[in-house]
């Protein structure tokens, strides 16, 4: 990726705290600024795990949920139209929009190596621990002539090994992004597959 680190570690206005916009007007957005269906897929995916993480894992009530789905859903909003300098245009698009800051440095701290922020609270890490994970799921569903169907934690934990397979998905972020939570990879990969297999 030749992403800048973002050089700043406050996002939005504390005062905004609160502020969301509606998953109607998340997906306008995406699809103004998202042409490609495929990464458009990709944030819908890592939103809908986000959004049902927050309910089944956190007890999130609905304004919760809605933050965490909503840091899912635009996290790489701005990576096809400006790669170079991914995720600081869709910062600074919610920054305009008053957005509650933890929407945003939930988003800002999506890639610590490449952005330079630290995930703080569960929501930064847990896009974290998703992200990539959620990618990799994804290909080896595409590799599979039954698609998600049947597929097992084993199966995606053998393609994890297999540097060769999605290589671009970085499996020391992969680790970095486990070493800061207390869950085991078997139930987050379990709760990926499960949570983004019927999303379209
Ligand atoms: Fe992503």
Redesign the pocket.
Known sequence: MAVHKLDRSEFGDPANAGNLMTIEEAHSLLNEWVPNERLRL??KQ?AAVMKAWAIKKENADEQIALKWELAGLL??ADWEKYPDDHCRIIIEELERRNIDPEVIHCIAS?GPRYFGVEPNNKMDKMIYVF?ELS?LIHAYSLMRPEGYAGMEVKGVKKRLKEKSFAANVSRDEINDAFSRIEHQPDEIIQFIIEHQRDVS
């Open positions: 990709h944030m890592v996290h790489d999506h992200d990618g």
